[in-house]
């Protein structure tokens, strides 16, 4: 793989910190960011090299599709048969609901 160009740019600091705001938004790095707006120009102008190498794609790879085995033998498809219950999340199975002791009393009827 050939190296990558180095580039000094100088920039006005509020178009700066524009730019490192959306690179945070789309969890890029502000280097990516403005290689990603450099690339969409060129393409959107029609200037796009023939032969410009695709970004390369940072992060965490992608989830596989394949269903996993579970440990009796069949899919592990998050059929658990315990209600739901996830015993490494507070709160039980229930999203909506905080099962923690607040203090609070509770009142019927009033």
């Not at 280097?31 to 990603?36: G, L, M």
């Not at 490494?88 to 923690?100: E, F, L, Q, S, Y």
């Amino acid at each position: 793989m050939t190296e990558r160009k180095k580039l000094l740019l100088r920039l006005d600091p509020a178009v700066h910190d524009a730019i490192a705001r959306w690179a945070a938004d789309e969890l890029r790095s502000t280097n990516a960011q403005i290689e990603f707006l450099l690339r969409r120009a060129l393409g959107d102008a029609g200037r796009m090299p023939g032969d410009a190498r695709r970004p390369v794609r940072r992060g965490r790879p992608p989830k596989r599709q394949e269903p996993h085995e579970g440990p009796d033998g069949g899919p592990d498809g998050g059929e658990r048969g315990d209600g739901g219950h996830d015993p490494g999340r507070r709160g039980g199975g229930d999203a909506g609901h905080d099962d923690r002791d607040t203090g609070d009393v509770d009142t019927v009827g009033e």
